[in-house]
Every structure is written in C-alpha cells, then in structure tokens.
C-alpha cells in the first residue's frame, strides 16, 4: 500500500514504492486510491520516460518498460529520511542536522549518500556549484531517491 508517511530509505523507497520494481506492482493500488497523472518525457539523449504523480505528492519516474528509476516527493509527503530529515527544512537546518552537503547535478547529497538528495530549486538548480551558494532560508521542497552512485567522486 502506498503510505504518505512512510519513511524514506536511501536508494530503496518512498512510500512504500520500491526502486526497481515495476510500476504495473502499484497502478492498481495507485489508482483505486489516490488521483495519478501521468505524462512522457525525454532526456537529453533521446531516453524516454514516464512519470507518474500520486496525489500531487509523489513522482515515480520509470524507464519506457516500467521499471522504478526514481521516486521524489514534495512538502505533502509526511515521511522522514533516518527520522531526521524531510521536505520543507531549510538549508541551515540541514546543514546543522547533518556532517557533509555537497551540490551534484543541482541536486544536494547529504553525508555522501548516493540514494538520497534534496532536489534544488530554481535557480539554485543551475547556478549554485557549492552549498555557500545557498542561502540559508531557503526551504527545500523535494526529495528524491534513486541511484546516484554514478555521481560519486570516490567511485
């Protein structure tokens, strides 16, 4: 069942929605209870993808067969990441709650974990390479779990 409360797990889940499984595991669940949107999109190299909305709170991104690659969430999402962490913090408090932040791909990994990231708003997104570059106040919205690990510079 997806759950809005569940916690968050790096490189695993959000909402009890699991990286790597097939989307078909959820539709049924997903439309029988919540409203979904749905809508295709392309990457740079031509890639398609599929997203899905739960609820305006929860994107499942799926590769053109189905497969979970990514799930993000938004403020709406009550589940924390390690009982700690959870969309709309500010950047202070993260940075206070955690040791380590580094800006990859306008996204921020916390504590070198490759399957977690707050996702940058715009134009942070585009601009900012270093988390001086972010103001403290700002308040960070989604969250997103997938693998990362390509992004390690320690790889």
Known sequence: MIDFNANIISG??????LLGENITSYID??????KVSYF???????????AYIIDKTITIATLSDGVIMSIGCNE??????????????SMREIIKLTNRQRIFNGSIII?????FSFDLPAPYDEIADDVEHIPLDLILKEVRVANFSEWN???
């Open 111 to 115: 504590n070198d974990d490759f399957g």
């Open 40 to 50: 295709e999109y392309y990457l740079p190299s031509n890639e398609i993808r599929l």
């Open 76 to 89: 709406n999402y009550k589940g924390t990441y390690h009982s700690l962490l959870h969309t709309g913090q």
């Open 29 to 34: 669940d997903a439309y029988s209870s919540h």
């Open 12 to 17: 695993k889940s959000i909402g009890n929605i």
């Open 153 to 155: 510079p320690r790889k």
